[in-house]
């Protein structure tokens, strides 16, 4: 479909498109449920993602496509925005409006979406277009914007426009990822390390449980509020503003202070998985994805006896990919309660895993999840300058 997207451009606008754009989706490696406690997250870009076509139009009209869904909108060119029902094309208006609300002058635009990243999947497809979007304008119109400004205004777009509360790692990584590098971020100052991450002979495998993540919202929001509750708890003693202030070692001597044993479940998670971060750049960093392998392990086990948010469909693929002797690791990866897990597959191997781990998913679950390949990508940019 993406070689033909020029061919379907001009057969829907009647013109040639004078530019393209492609932006990833993401998938985080390690390092989950602590970003809101200050701690790291590793996120990479895949090669998945949206790719965008664009032409100037002297109508001043915004005309959006897709080749994913049958809704098409005629936008007239005006002072503000408001969303309209759920539809797809809310990402990109949301981005013009922001775009004029800060004062910037547009003119009409033919634009033609198409994303090959699977839809509900977990995997930031909305963060993709919400990027590529402010991308494309900041390229057409000379906004001037960093990368930075890009990303910080699409997380508000997703957050004031849209209306979901979602943090910043997202954006972050579909616009900064690189070919081979996973990004060690701290989401509270927003500094990070680009670590080098050459799978070898592996491959990600991205699993899609295919089931829908209803629990997610209101379990975070739990798992939210009694991480505040051991915090307060620890700064009975210790000056931190974070769970992640501290490692291990030092919450070992301070765990009394949680008298409440969920709630100590949860901040062990927290600041075990903080370091298992710092662990897993160093064995990327030095080649060393057997080791990796062992921390996804780890993680994906904290997160199901710890923080109680994997379940029997993301619990079941971490399961047959440690009796699968191609895999270094697997995890589960986002929010949990559905949505995706991740392994790290030989590439050679990937089709009969991809068969293997299909077949004992579908006779303990009930039905089918989808197996994608991929590597680590480039994020945003345009198309004939990023590599996928």
């Not at 993301?314 to 009796?323: F, G, I, N, P, Q």
Request: glycine content about 8%; overall charge negative.
């Amino acid at each position: 479909m993406k070689n033909n997207l020029h061919k379907e451009f001009i057969n829907i606008f009647n013109k040639e498109a004078d530019n393209a754009y492609f932006s990833p989706g993401r998938v985080n490696l390690i390092g989950e449920h602590i970003d809101y406690n200050g701690g790291l997250v590793m996120p990479c870009a895949i090669t998945f993602g949206t790719y965008l076509l664009t032409s100037p139009n002297e109508d001043g009209v915004f005309r959006f496509r897709s080749l994913n869904f049958n809704e098409q909108q005629d936008t007239p060119l005006q002072a503000s925005y408001e969303k309209v029902g759920e539809t797809w094309f809310n990402f990109p208006i949301g981005v013009i409006n922001s775009f004029i609300q800060e004062g910037h002058d547009l003119q009409g635009l033919d634009m033609l979406f198409y994303g090959d990243i699977p839809i509900g999947s977990g995997l930031s497809s909305s963060a993709s277009i919400e990027v590529v979007t402010s991308f494309a304008l900041n390229d057409i119109f000379n906004s001037g914007y960093s990368k930075l400004d890009l990303v910080k205004l699409s997380k508000s777009v997703e957050n004031n426009f849209i209306g979901v509360n979602c943090g910043i790692m997202d954006q972050f990584a579909v616009a900064f990822g690189e070919k081979n590098k996973a990004l060690m971020l701290n989401c509270d100052t927003l500094d990070y390390e680009a670590v080098d991450s050459n799978l070898g002979e592996y491959v990600l495998a991205i699993i899609n449980t295919n089931k829908p993540r209803k629990l997610a919202e209101s379990k975070y929001n739990e798992r939210v509020e009694e991480c505040q509750t051991a915090l307060k708890a620890l700064q009975q003693e210790l000056d931190i503003n974070y769970l992640c202030d501290i490692d291990a070692e030092t919450f070992g001597k301070y765990q009394h202070l949680i008298t409440n044993p969920t709630v100590l479940k949860r901040a062990k998670h927290v600041i075990e998985e903080n370091d298992r971060v710092k662990l897993a750049a160093k064995a990327l960093a030095g080649n060393n994805l057997d080791e990796f392998g062992r921390l996804m392990y780890a993680s994906h086990d904290s997160l199901r006896d710890l923080y109680e948010v994997s379940g029997i469909e993301l619990d079941t693929v971490a399961e047959y990919s440690k009796t699968n002797p191609n895999v270094a690791g697997a995890r589960m990866t986002g929010a949990g309660f559905g949505g995706c897990a991740i392994a790290l597959v030989k590439g050679d191997a990937f089709e009969e895993y991809a068969r293997g781990v299909t077949e004992y998913y579908t006779s303990k679950i009930g039905y089918a999840p989808s197996v994608y390949s991929s590597l680590i990508g480039n994020g945003v940019g345009l198309l004939n300058e990023v590599a996928i």
